[in-house]
């Protein structure tokens, strides 16, 4: 299994961004999908997971500015991230939920 995360790079404050991650190797169909980061000095937090349907579960540090989805047709899932703020600046990871396989990370910085 492999995930191809990508997107990330420099915004301001307010600024928006889409990551992508591409997963080959698995039936992408029947897989649920999560979003992490992990902040400088910080442990990596979940920020969202989608399953298979496409329902979302986010984290109250990004729900309402983040949304996650997923086209099965490219086996890529997304995370569209709003309303950036300097606390957001991160290292953001993909994962197929349930295992270890991790995408390798694309970063993301927020300035003010």
């Known amino acids: 299994v492999q995930l191809q995360a990508s997107g990330g790079g420099s915004v301001q404050v307010g600024g928006s961004l889409r990551l992508s991650c591409v997963v080959s190797?698995?039936?992408?169909?029947?897989?649920?999908m999560g979003w992490y980061r992990q902040a400088p000095g910080k442990q990596r937090e979940a920020l969202a997971a989608i399953n298979e349907g496409g329902a979302v579960n986010y984290d109250s540090s990004v729900k309402g500015r983040f949304t996650a989805s997923r086209d099965n047709n490219k086996n890529t899932v997304y995370l569209q991230m709003d309303s950036l703020k300097p606390e957001d600046t991160a290292v953001y990871y993909c994962?197929?939920?349930?295992?270890?396989?991790w995408g390798q990370g694309t970063l993301v910085t927020v300035s003010s």
């Open positions: 190797g698995t039936v992408f169909s029947s897989t649920a």
């Open positions: 994962k197929v939920m349930g295992t270890n396989y």
